[in-house]
């Protein structure tokens, strides 16, 4: 089973997927700035945004400038669509289109004269049977697993993350179900967690992804671990039209726990 810990600077929203704000690397002097495009689509209540901001050259303060005048539309299988609506500088928000689980999403930009097209399957989410703490034989910190069967027959792929007395974490793992197809198993959150007191709460979540969103968070993590004198590139998206970035659908699956006296 892959295992790929991923650490990210900052978030639009918790439970949709973070805004990484020097990640995402583009040659080293590009005359023309890219399209980055940050987009998600859940199956939570009012959880589909849009974050879209424009590359700079490697010598420029890392201070990526906002769009704010795209038109931005999210359709599904069913024939729903709607305009997004601009709420924040660069930031876009379906007010009501909603996610569902089984359809397949579609995301169109009109940005600068140029269309961006992407789509995204919604995979039906995966239910958490339990979460557990254990704890790590390297640090002995406590360590949070997330226990759940995976679906037999299919590939899954999953992104997996924790909230401790309610701060949300910023870093979040991946994994496919690669050799424990159809089994029972569970994942391991370990960063970041120190101590466990009596009445701490924890909720443990589990995305199911597909397989577009699973490699560009695989690529983008091997790009981080390349280092600082490695040359610059992308992580793989499904962005059309030389645009950077993922629009990703998936479903959220999440367990409470009560740290026993």
């Not at 226990?147 to 909230?163: K, V, W």
């Not at 496919?176 to 960063?191: A, E, W």
């Not at 610059?232 to 999440?254: D, K, L, Q, R, Y």
Request: a negative charge; hydrophobic letters at 35%; proline letters at 5%.
């Amino acid at each position: 089973m892959k295992n790929i810990k991923l650490f990210l600077i900052s978030s639009i929203l918790f439970f949709v997927a973070s805004s990484c704000q020097k990640v995402i690397q583009v040659d080293l002097n590009s005359a023309d700035p890219q399209l980055v495009v940050e987009a998600y689509v859940t199956d939570a209540p009012d959880s589909i945004w849009v974050k879209l901001t424009k590359t700079v050259n490697f010598s420029d303060k890392n201070e990526f400038p906002a769009v704010d005048d795209a038109i931005v539309i999210v359709s599904d299988s069913e024939g729903n669509s709607e305009q997004l609506t601009k709420i924040h500088p660069g930031i876009y928000k379906a007010i009501n289109l909603q996610g569902t689980p089984g359809r397949t999403y579609k995301l169109e930009i009109e940005y600068n004269g140029k269309k961006y097209t992407a789509s995204s399957y919604m995979n039906y989410p995966v239910e958490i049977d339990s979460i557990s703490i254990g704890r790590s034989v390297f640090s002995g910190n406590p360590t949070i697993r997330i226990h759940f069967t995976d679906p037999a027959n299919i590939r899954n792929y999953y992104r997996y993350l924790r909230e401790i007395n309610g701060n949300k974490t910023r870093s979040f793992e991946i994994v496919d179900d690669n050799l424990r197809n159809g089994q029972s198993t569970f994942v391991t959150l370990s960063s970041g967690v120190q101590r466990l007191l009596p009445n701490d709460t924890v909720i443990g979540y589990l995305h199911s992804i597909d397989y577009a969103t699973f490699e560009y968070y695989r690529t983008f993590n091997q790009i981080n671990e390349t280092g600082p004198t490695a040359t610059p590139g992308n992580p793989i998206g499904n962005i059309s039209n030389g645009a950077i970035g993922i629009f990703a659908a998936f479903s959220i699956s999440s367990k409470l726990l009560i740290i026993e006296q």
